[in-house]
């Protein structure tokens, strides 16, 4: 931009002049009289608004000074490109270009920061009038949100395209750079302890190649004071109670790509607690009881964070008196030649406190009640600590609100008054859940689930799923109200449909072999006994319909050829197996059962510590066909180890005792228990493990005819491989199963990203089921006459299993034809029973929880360490949902 100033004012040169400008010094020249001013070029803006950001009016005189003085007024209001001034004896022009209108902003090279993060640091809009300073500033603010991401070498380049009408487009050309690491972290002046430990305690961290996931080798000048602090913290707590950051330097390589970051530190002498004691100006909160109660003792060496603790446990217990103010001061003493800190705890006096008031905020969707009915105390209450944190905990059990909430204590309108404020930040209730699961066995395994945890806002949870494999598929509704009339009694019901069934392969077709269809209802109903302990109820109707295929597994009992088409035909133990036809038919399952709940774990979610057990008891007799007794227990235990780790460990068990008496005969391989009614064990209660992949079981393999070393035929077993197997799971009277599982904490990006890994152990086992009878020993029993050409009986031979070319299963004598060569076309079937022993399976894996945006997204890998033989095994499973 220039401005420039041209004088019409003529100068005399006459002689008399100059013999006068000899003579005596020369006059100023007379200023002309502003007559005229005409505003030129102005094409928006008004020539009277032109004129009002300057000085110069009419009338007035017209001087150099005044005209640079209206050239700096315009410039400054950056609405011109270019300006200026002219004067003809009085007529001033004031000619203008005005700066152009922004007709649109954007963006080029942005990869790594999406432009919904970019355009809300940008000052500029359209339609507003384009300033070189407003881009300047905008370009500055593009870089700084680059720095912050780790940039330091991005750069920007904003550039302007003409359009007609006097409008420009903004466009900002980035080049982003590569991100800037922290090269190396040095420390200068550490003698107690070595770099590596103390870089250790830093947030900020080396680039090296490992750290792909992390950004915590990012280099951040926030994260850098924050490290000063860390520093501070760790030496405070090994008893350095001088020790002091002198300085810390972030320097940028030449090339712009890495920083390296020097800490000059000052470690001081160590020092040990002396004497530690507590003075109390309160009645209830005595000085001789609390002092043996201090943590640290005379001799310990110095820690600052163990201090702090203490103040914060003194404030506590003084909250469990109803002193919600206690006023608690470390008083600190410090010995330099004995090099020891005496401590003096003083708990100033002050008035006992009352609840005034109790304030819900932030819930726009749940209803004050809902909140209001987790807090265990109200208004008029005496102020107990405990029970506020106890309210905290069981409001973010609701699973409603943010993780972190916490409840306010304000002053209220007296000294012993005090207000609880909950500031609640509501989250999605409404869960839809999809998982997915891959086994060699299943293929493949879909669920579906919808559930709203907080219907209408009352806490209500309405829930329905479907699922569906190649071994299930089920619907199931459910409706739970935790608190019928505003009564803290919870009543729910469920109703549900599930279809179970197993199957083989015969020439890769699929033929199922059992089918069970169960339909029933559940009434629940829970009321607390105590804060922490709790009892339900419930009640439940079923109908289990058990069926097999009579085609392929009843028999043939006119000889026309065709199973199970006329009323003689009954399930043949040979071709289905015992336990099979055991289980055949309807039956009603009426069941009342009871279970009494400890539960004290601070988050029923996402617990940290805390345990809870469950005994229950169920029996199956007052009405129905089915009769037995059923118990089981659960039992988890939640810590918090080194540091921000999370231990998890839960076993449970379970017995069912039959009362009624199914056997007819010794020895029949009936279990009093119905196959329906046992335990079954495997995915998901223990990873690696297959869905009812543990436990007593019978596999049904294929021979096939061969000959020894002499030449004589035989029956040898054939590998799995050729798909002919069955493989059905029988369940167990008893099982058992445990747990043990750490969550490992992350660096803050990770933990910002939802990430939650843990690695496990899972270990247990399902056993005691009466040994079926096999299809060996049904085939030695059932004998079939052998009759020569001419008809007479000359002996008899056991009855085999076979299936033919065509994948069809029979009966036949053996799989040699009358002259005893191998018949080609016949395989023999042979039973064995796996699995039935307490032994323990072992599995371990990792797994991680991911809070997607998509939704929560789970994956566990697996591997089976102790197994038995029969059990089936899987590696990998993931589950994904989402919210709303």
């Not at 279970?595 to 057990?613: A, E, F, H, K, M």
Request: net charge negative.
């Amino acid at each position: 931009m220039c401005g420039t100033i041209l004088s019409g004012a003529a100068i005399s040169s006459s002689a008399q002049a100059q013999d006068a400008e000899q003579a005596a010094p020369a006059a100023a020249p007379a200023a002309d009289t502003i007559r005229t001013i005409v505003v030129e070029g102005a094409q928006r803006l008004e020539p009277t608004t032109v004129l009002s950001y300057m000085k110069l009016r009419v009338g007035q005189p017209y001087t150099q000074e005044a005209a640079d003085q209206a050239l700096k007024d315009l410039f400054e209001t950056e609405l011109f490109k270019d300006v200026s001034i002219r004067n003809n004896d009085g007529a001033v022009i004031i000619e203008v270009i005005e700066n152009p209108v922004i007709n649109r902003i954007l963006l080029e090279g942005n990869k790594r920061i999406k432009e919904d993060k970019i355009y809300p640091e940008i000052r500029l809009a359209p339609r507003q009038i384009f300033t070189r300073s407003k881009v300047r500033a905008d370009v500055a603010r593009i870089i700084e949100l680059y720095k912050r991401k780790g940039r330091f070498a991005a750069s920007v380049e904003p550039k302007m395209v003409q359009l007609d009408q006097n409008r420009v487009d903004i466009v900002f050309e980035i080049n982003e750079g590569p991100k800037s690491k922290v090269q190396q972290i040095n420390i200068i002046g550490n003698e107690a302890f070595s770099d590596g430990k103390l870089r250790g305690e830093m947030v900020t961290k080396q680039s090296r190649f490992y750290r792909f996931f992390s950004s915590s080798d990012t280099y951040d000048p926030d994260r850098l004071a924050f490290d000063q602090q860390k520093l501070r913290q760790f030496y405070l707590t090994e008893g350095y109670a001088d020790f002091r950051v002198i300085s810390a330097v972030a320097e940028l390589t030449p090339d712009k790509r890495d920083f390296i970051i020097t800490y000059v530190v000052e470690e001081g002498d160590r020092y040990k607690f002396g004497d530690v004691s507590v003075e109390s100006e309160i009645r209830d909160f005595t000085s001789e009881f609390l002092t043996p109660q201090l943590p640290m003792k005379t001799g310990d060496f110095y820690n600052a964070k163990q201090v702090e603790d203490t103040v914060e446990r003194l404030s506590e217990t003084a909250g469990l008196f109803g002193y919600a103010f206690a006023d608690v001061r470390p008083e600190f003493t410090r010995n330099k030649d004995t090099l020891t800190m005496d401590i003096l705890f003083q708990v100033a006096e002050s008035d006992r406190v009352y609840v005034e008031r109790i304030d819900i905020n932030g819930n726009t969707l749940t209803q004050d009640k809902v909140v209001r009915r987790e807090f265990r105390l109200n208004e008029g209450d005496a102020f107990n600590s405990f029970q506020v944190k106890r309210s905290a905990n069981r409001i973010k059990s609701l699973g409603f609100f943010q993780e972190d909430l916490e409840i306010e204590q304000k002053q209220g309108s007296a000294p012993d008054r005090i207000i609880l404020e909950a500031n609640v930040e509501e989250k999605a209730t409404g869960e839809l859940q999809l998982s997915a699961g891959f086994s060699s066995v299943e293929n493949f395994i879909l669920q579906a689930s919808i559930r709203q945890r907080n219907f209408r806002g009352k806490g209500q949870e309405l829930r329905a799923s479907v699922s569906y494999s190649s071994f299930s598929q089920s619907i199931e509704l459910g409706f739970t109200e935790p608190y019928l009339f505003d009564r803290n009694i919870a009543i729910g019901a469920d109703v549900f449909r599930r279809d179970l069934n197993s199957f083989n392969f015969v020439n890769s077709n699929r033929e199922t072999t059992f089918e069970q269809l169960t339909t029933g209802f559940q009434i629940r109903a829970g009321v607390p006994i105590t804060e922490y302990l709790s009892a339900s109820f419930r009640y439940g109707l079923s109908q289990d319909d058990v069926t097999l295929k009579p085609s392929l597994f009843f028999t043939d009992s006119n000889g026309d050829g065709i199973r199970g088409n006329s009323a003689g035909d009954v399930c043949d133990p040979i071709l289905a197996g015992r336990f099979l036809c055991d289980a055949l038919g309807s039956r009603t399952t009426s069941s009342i059962g009871a279970s009494l709940i400890y539960d004290d774990r601070d988050n029923r979610i996402r617990p940290t510590r805390g345990q809870s057990v469950v005994g229950s008891v169920d029996f199956a007799g007052l009405g129905g066909s089915v009769k037995y007794i059923r118990g089981r227990l659960n039992a988890s235990k939640h810590w918090r180890v080194l540091g921000d780790f999370i231990f998890t460990a839960s076993a449970e068990g379970g017995y069912i005792h039959p009362l009624e008496n199914r056997s007819k005969t010794p020895g029949d391989g009936i279990d009093d228990v119905r196959l329906t009614d046992r335990f079954f064990l495997g995915e998901p209660q223990i990873r690696g493990f297959d869905i009812r992949g543990v436990g007593p079981r019978v596999v049904r393999s294929t021979t096939v005819p061969g000959l020894d070393a002499n030449g004589n035929p035989i029956n040898a077993i054939v590998p799995v491989t050729n798909g002919r197997q069955t493989d059905d799971a029988i369940g167990g009277r008893a099982y058992y199963l445990g747990r043990a599982e750490l969550e490992i904490p992350l660096g803050s990006g990770a933990r910002e990203l939802g990430l939650r890994p843990s690695i496990f152990v899972d270990v247990g086992a399902v056993f005691n089921v009466t040994h079926p009878l096999l299809l060996t020993d049904l085939q030695t029993q059932r004998q079939r006459t052998i009759f020569d050409a001419d008809g007479k009986a000359v002996g008899v031979a056991p009855e085999y299993l076979t299936v033919d070319a065509e994948g069809k299963a029979t009966t036949t004598l053996d799989a040699v034809d009358a002259n005893g060569n191998p018949n080609p076309i016949a395989t023999n079937f042979v039973e064995r029973f796996f699995g039935d022993t307490p032994s323990p399976r072992v599995s371990v894996g990792f797994g991680v929880n991911w809070n997607s945006p998509f939704g929560p997204f789970r994956i566990d890998i697996a591997k089976a360490l102790l197994k038995e033989p029969g059990d089936d095994t899987k590696l990998f499973t993931f589950n994904v949902g989402t919210q709303f």
